[in-house]
């Protein structure tokens, strides 16, 4: 299985774009700031959304030895004062609680970036926390993690930009009967950090800058001058510190 998980990445990062520092980029249905699209337009007057999604991906550091995983920290922050009902979800009780799917499968593509979980990862969302910055209530903070067995770890090539997660935005509850209010409403979603571990005393890697763009927009999300806010970073603290905030 190890053999298999590596040669998978080793050939699909041959089509990969090929990368010169490491970074993270985000954007809609691609890998890379460009070639993905900055900006989702969506009329908000179906239940149906196509091309609805959120691609992050990451190019490493040199000296990766066994990556055993990526815990990713993402923040939404919309135009109007309360981030929409459109826009809650995972939590019991909210409006669109199953509306977004999250996954690390890149078996399919795109061919824009390499796949080194070649299927593998399993996890998902861990956490949406709607009360990052006290007395804001237009942010939201979602944490997500995913991971291989340690018997599949192995190195990555920082030469290679690698798919890291999905992030599915899908169209239930925009019209009709139930219908969540918002969807219209600009937001835009910052790609903060993605941490790659390894196994305990072989350090993992903190990767918090844009190596082209780590923001996407919802309805052109423009919001105060330049459009996407500075958005709060992610604290370099221990992933367990992290996870408590939201317990």
């Known amino acids: 299985m190890k053999k298999t998980l590596l040669l998978g990445a080793a050939l699909l ?104 979980w070649a299927g593998q990862a399993a996890g998902g969302f861990s956490a949406f926390n709607p009360n990052i910055v006290p007395g804001q209530t237009n942010r939201a903070r979602v944490l997500m993690v995913f991971a291989v067995p340690p018997a599949l770890a192995g190195p990555v090539d920082d030469l290679v930009e690698y798919g890291a997660f999905r992030f599915n935005v899908l169209g239930a509850k925009t019209v009709g009967t139930g219908a969540c209010a918002g969807c219209l409403d600009p937001v835009c979603i910052v790609l903060n950090e993605i941490k790659l571990t390894q196994p305990v005393g072989v350090g993992n890697y903190r990767l918090q800058n844009a190596a082209e763009r780590n923001y996407a927009t919802w309805q052109g999300g423009a919001i105060g001058v330049g459009g996407c806010p500075a958005v709060v970073p992610a604290q370099n603290r221990t992933w367990g510190s992290v996870k408590s905030l939201y317990r």
């Open 13 to 116: 990062a041959l089509s990969a774009s090929v990368a010169s520092a490491a970074g993270i980029n985000f954007g809609w249905n691609d890998c890379g700031g460009l070639p993905a699209s900055a900006n989702k337009n969506f009329a908000c007057t179906s239940n149906t959304l196509t091309g609805g999604t959120l691609i992050g991906s990451f190019i490493p550091p040199a000296g990766t030895t066994a990556i055993t995983g990526e815990e990713i920290v993402i923040d939404l922050q919309s135009a109007s004062v309360a981030l929409p009902a459109w826009w809650q979800f995972k939590n019991a009780g909210t409006c669109r609680q199953t509306a977004f799917t999250t996954n690390a499968d890149f078996t399919g593509g795109p061919a824009s970036c390499g796949d080194y």
